[in-house]
């Protein structure tokens, strides 16, 4: 088998499932989740509707390239929502259809590295962990830009060595964050434009959580949106990822898109007809129809916005909880070790949530996550302020 197998880690869940299991919950009380990343608000039902309309399009094979009004749909959000000059992103070019972002970041790692010797694939620190087993899998090996409370969760991508940078042929942006909800802002974008330019590498921006944000005039900026305000029509080496999952809660339809330099979507669309993972054109029809309505994803926002409120007031009096700038999690410090605290309040208040060394890796003698718990407010309101109560006893009594 593939000998670069093993150098993927055991996933977050399963090192936290295997932490819970030392421990047994309280039974008087119900469990509540706030571990997992999945989106639990409805789908919206005109998308599930245009779904089912059109199950006859499951005797049709779909093309790796999707049909042309599902191109023109996302090009057109791009340009509505990033500010893009009208017509600079072509759907024919510019716009590839995908089966969710994690799909995506695995299979355009695979087709953007060349596989030279001593390759790097950059990645802030604590992340996502597919940019890490995609990178190995290429054939590459991760380089880990630390992202804690002294750069407000922003890596410091001035005090990146030359030599890495030499070395790096592809950086992973993830923005907002997961697990931080910190937002990459526009100077830092442009400055990071310079850099590939300089030292020619591709710039791929997981902007999955986009749409989770709190303050409707400050949407978060995206990397399309520094290429064209630096007038860069041709998206030169910058390709960004997103996805319905987050933003119109629909995480089982697995409908995405990767958008940007026409010269490396080329090639990554040859790999994709030999990867073979083509949307199938019922969920092509549904996503257009997401991808062309706003109003749910307004409302999404307020559901968000309502939690975060709600259980920030609950729990800052007693623990190091920010507001983040968007996302649906909240990073916040524990005042034990993270593993036994989520392994505590497990077992005394049958809540879950994710440590935050489970979600990094030790990079210059430093571990991110360490002393830091992310939870998911994607439960019902009344879940997670039930959940915000239960932790904040918890934290009472240590
Ligand atoms: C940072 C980040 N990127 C990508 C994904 C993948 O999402 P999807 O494949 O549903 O678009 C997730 C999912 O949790 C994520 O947190």
């Given amino acids: 088998m593939n000998r670069d197998l093993s150098l993927l880690q055991p996933y977050p869940f399963e090192k936290l499932t295997a932490l819970k299991a030392q421990v047994s919950p309280p039974e008087d009380l119900e469990h509540i989740a706030l571990s997992i990343g999945e989106p639990k608000h409805p789908a919206p039902e005109f998308v599930t509707e245009v779904l089912t309309d059109n199950l006859a399009r499951l005797s049709n094979y779909p093309t790796t390239k999707g049909i042309p009004e599902l191109s023109e749909a996302i090009a057109g959000w791009c340009e509505r929502r990033f500010?893009?000059?009208?017509?600079?992103?072509?759907?024919?070019?510019?716009?590839?259809?995908?089966?969710?972002?994690?799909?995506?970041?695995?299979?355009?790692?695979?087709?953007a590295i060349d596989r030279r010797p001593d390759t790097l694939v950059v990645s802030p620190n604590p992340f996502y962990q597919i940019y890490e087993g995609a990178t190995y899998l290429a054939g590459a090996e991760p380089y880990y830009l630390n992202c804690n409370a002294d750069n407000n969760f922003v890596p410091d991508y001035d005090a990146?060595?030359?030599?890495?940078?030499?070395?790096?042929?592809l950086l992973y942006l993830c923005s907002p964050s997961n697990p931080t909800g910190a937002v990459t802002g526009m100077q830092t974008l442009k400055k990071l434009i310079a850099l590939s330019d300089k030292y020619d590498f591709i710039i791929a921006s997981d902007e999955c959580y986009s749409e989770i944000y709190f303050d409707e005039a400050k949407p978060p900026v995206g990397l399309l949106q520094a290429c064209a305000e630096l007038g860069r029509d041709d998206y030169k080496n910058c390709v960004v990822m997103h996805s319905l999952s987050k933003r119109s809660n629909l995480p089982g339809l697995r409908s995405g898109f990767v958008a940007g330099d026409a010269a490396l979507l080329v090639p990554y669309l040859q790999y994709r007809t030999y990867h073979g993972s083509a949307m199938p054109i019922q969920h092509q029809l549904a996503s257009i129809a997401a991808w062309n309505d706003e109003e749910h994803v307004l409302e999404n926002r307020s559901q968000y916005r309502r939690k975060f409120d709600a259980v920030v007031e609950i729990l800052s009096p007693v623990m190091d909880v920010q507001h983040p700038d968007a996302s649906f999690y909240l990073w916040a410090a524990t005042p034990i070790a993270d593993d036994l605290f989520a392994q505590g309040l497990f077992a005394s208040q049958n809540v879950t949530v994710l440590p935050g060394s489970y979600v990094s890796r030790e990079a210059e003698g430093i571990l991110p996550g360490a002393g830091r718990v992310r939870m998911a407010l994607v439960a019902t309101l009344e879940e997670c302020v039930e959940a915000a109560h239960r932790i904040r006893n918890y934290v009472e009594s240590l």
């Fill in 160 to 169: 990146v060595p030359e030599s890495v940078w030499q070395r790096c042929q």
């Fill in 83 to 111: 500010k893009l000059q009208a017509g600079s992103l072509d759907p024919k070019t510019n716009v590839i259809p995908v089966n969710g972002t994690r799909e995506a970041i695995f299979s355009f790692t695979q087709a």
